[in-house]
């Protein structure tokens, strides 16, 4: 009978491309809404600031992927129950830390306010119970309206596009719009609306946008992502959104 023997830096190999899943070529399917600049269809192609990251981080590490747009609740929803699901971008709250797989952020901070038309001056919350007597717009299961629930607005109006929610507000429907400040200006102008004609009433959150893993996602996966994330980073190749 013959006795192999195998070195132990040999043996870690095979175990690595025998289990590893990023080896064995998984595809992640990569999720995301219309939202400009971060990330939007144009021409068939998926583009904006934070696809570019994504792209970026996924040819890095070197893992297949195909990216879909959808609107933000059904990505969400296929993130939370499918596995092997990448999702962007995604605000890290309290009540999604044990929901995903949190890999890196996309950008340093973001910043949600509540806006009203310029022409509705009787609208003037400074304060957060304030601002709950009035109807409010946003997309179904943001960050925005996951935090509203959670600060007890209960006047809501949650389509499950933005630009229904975008529609909604400039046709009287909504008194307040929720939206992410850095990118209003060009969302509200794309739907052919002008941004001029709003006025910022107040602050909500201030949350940096990230990248996350479907929570069954491997961790593997999850620390290849992250390593990747650092070494380019590190080496200034990749431009954070704000």
Known sequence: MQTFIINSKYLLLLLVLFFNPVVLGIELEVVTENLKPYNYMENGEVKGEATKI????????????????????????????????????????????????????????????????????????????????????????????????????????????????????????????????????????????DHNDVVRVMPLIKTPPYMALSHSTSDDILEKLQKAYDILLTENEIKLVN
């Not at 959808?70 to 962007?88: E, F, G, M, S």
């Open 54 to 193: 994504v792209k970026q981080l996924l040819d890095k590490a070197g893992i297949k992927y195909k990216i879909n747009v959808y609107p933000w609740a059904r990505a969400y929803h296929i993130a939370q129950t499918k596995q092997n699901v990448l999702i962007y971008t995604i605000i890290k709250t309290p009540r999604r830390e044990t929901l995903f797989k949190w890999i890196r952020p996309l950008g340093r901070s973001g910043t949600t306010s509540l806006y009203r038309l310029k022409r509705n001056v009787h609208i003037n919350a400074t304060t957060i119970e304030q601002a709950r007597r009035y109807t409010i717009g946003t997309s179904n299961n943001t960050m925005d309206h996951i935090w509203l629930k959670g600060e007890g607005f209960t006047k809501l109006q949650t389509p499950a596009r933005i630009e229904q929610a975008i529609k909604m507000f400039f046709n009287g429907r909504t008194e307040m719009i929720a939206f992410d400040d850095s990118v209003i200006a060009e969302e509200f102008n794309n739907l052919g609306f």
